[in-house]
């Protein structure tokens, strides 16, 4: 499962504020251990929906890294 990790609990939680707003279906859930993420949070997402999603995330400013790397 691919999922977003942020460096801070405020890029996660903008990163989900900005998915919800734009209709997506992502939710906060706990980061993987593996992923050695600054932030104890991760964003989970449809894969259908992640080039949509990375694009709005990416246009709002939320600094973010893709787990595991593509």
């Known amino acids: 499962m691919?999922?977003?990790v942020?460096?801070?609990t405020h890029h996660a939680l903008w990163a989900?504020?900005?998915a919800l707003a734009s209709g997506f279906a992502a939710?906060?859930?706990p980061a993987p251990v593996e992923a050695r993420a600054k932030c104890a949070l991760a964003l989970t997402y449809?894969?259908?929906e992640e080039q949509d999603?990375?694009?709005a995330l990416e246009r709002a400013g939320v600094p973010?890294?893709?787990y595991p790397a593509a």
Request: glycine share 0%; hydrophobic share 50%; proline share 5%.
């Open 46 to 48: 449809l894969p259908a």
């Open 64 to 66: 973010f890294r893709r």
């Open 2 to 4: 691919t999922v977003l």
């Open 53 to 55: 999603l990375l694009s």
């Open 6 to 8: 942020f460096d801070t």
């Open 16 to 18: 989900e504020q900005v």
């Open 27 to 29: 939710q906060i859930d």
